[in-house]
């Protein structure tokens, strides 16, 4: 239940503050992955710098791992889907799902 993740926004905040310098922010929709079964979908906007080849899968395993302990989301009934994107990227896209 949504109810299990208490005070979420606030936290998901949290967790984008503690990366100063390569988390640009962090948004998310909550819904029903291909399966049917509840979902959070994570939108992470990264640093350029941080999303460099050299440096990606260690930013993006550590901002996962920070919002599935800081969210407690394997006590939740929600399954956790985290899509990265640089601000680089974003802005050339200009989506404002990610915004």
């Known amino acids: 239940m949504i109810a299990e993740l208490k005070n ?3 936290r998901v905040q949290e967790t984008a503050l503690t990366f100063p310098g390569e ?3 962090i948004r998310y929709s909550i819904g029903h992955d291909w ?3 509840p979902a959070i979908f994570f939108r992470v906007l990264l640093s350029d710098a941080a999303s460099r080849q050299g440096t990606l899968a260690d930013v993006t395993g550590r901002v996962g791992g920070q919002l ?3 969210l407690q989301l394997a006590e939740s ?3 956790p889907y985290f899509y990265f994107r640089s601000k680089a990227e974003q802005d050339k ?3 404002p799902e990610w915004q």
Request: aromatic share 12%; no cysteine; glycine share 12%.
């Open 8 to 10: 979420l926004d606030r």
């Open 23 to 25: 988390v640009v922010g």
């Open 35 to 37: 399966n049917g079964d």
């Open 68 to 70: 599935f302990d800081h």
């Open 77 to 79: 009934d929600y399954t």
């Open 93 to 95: 896209l200009k989506d």
